[in-house]
């Protein structure tokens, strides 16, 4: 009996894993309401808890559990960019326009700031060459410009992954924390979302920290820092690499 019933939520993987999803959101926000007081976000401990899960796994995480296979494409790219462009149904495009100089002057500062403590930090481990800075100057901003750079730029594989792992990092960093600094911040409304997507840029991270938040944020957020990923593309292999260069 078991075995069939292993067989049929296999054969319906993606089924059971919005099951599993639901679950543990349901267990989470339980928590965060009668156990924390409300005091952490039920989406806070429900991203914490998915984390700790995916150590459960090998490079897909838990997905990598044939009974849990469904997560990966729950998890994955496509129904991610899915559901943040859904959400832009209910964006108001006044505000977008309002927010316009601000998210401009986030944006160049953002991958600005990010680009340098990134390279700064790849300075104190040993590096000193300027590809290797830039290419993981560029993964601070988002694990997406840091492989672009150093692909553009001749890097090694090793300083690429270290640039992707910076990104990752910082993603998870922006997802579990940001729910829990928006009070603190003013990060209630959709100019600054639009300012906040700017200077984070990790579009993963902003919007999944933004819907822990206020899910009516999430559009804002996310135009910016879908802007900040192209930006760092065009920034950090040409201007930033050449400022390096001229430093070192």
């Not at 599993?20 to 924390?36: A, D, E, R, T, Y």
């Not at 984390?51 to 838990?62: E, T």
């Amino acid at each position: 009996m078991s075995e069939l019933i292993e067989a049929v939520l296999i054969k319906n993987g993606l089924v059971f894993a919005f099951l599993c999803v639901g679950l543990l959101m349901w267990v989470s926000f339980w928590v965060s309401k009668h156990v924390l007081g409300s005091k952490i976000p039920g989406v806070a401990l429900a991203i914490v808890a998915g984390l700790a899960l995916a150590f459960l796994g090998d490079k897909k995480g838990l997905a990598d559990v044939p009974l849990f296979a469904g997560l990966a494409l729950l998890g994955g790219s496509m129904l991610r960019d899915f559901a943040v462009v859904a959400t832009a149904m209910g964006a108001d495009l006044d505000k977008i326009r309002s927010a316009g100089l601000a998210g401009t002057v986030a944006l160049f500062l953002g991958v600005t700031l990010s680009f340098v403590l990134g390279v700064v930090v790849a300075f104190l481990f040993g590096y000193s060459d300027p590809v290797s800075l830039a290419t993981i100057g560029a993964g601070a901003c988002t694990y997406i410009v840091g492989p672009v750079t150093g692909g553009a730029l001749g890097a090694s594989s090793k300083v690429i992954a270290i640039s992707i792992a910076a990104g990752v990092v910082k993603t998870i960093v922006t997802t579990v924390a940001t729910p829990l600094v928006a009070r603190s911040i003013g990060l209630d409304n959709p100019h600054a979302a639009a300012v906040f997507g700017g200077l984070i840029g990790t579009t993963s991270g902003v919007a999944a920290g933004l819907a822990a938040t206020d899910p009516k944020l999430v559009p804002y957020g996310a135009l910016t820092a879908t802007f900040y990923t192209g930006l760092g593309c065009l920034l950090c292999p040409s201007v930033f690499f050449i400022l390096l260069r001229w430093l070192a």
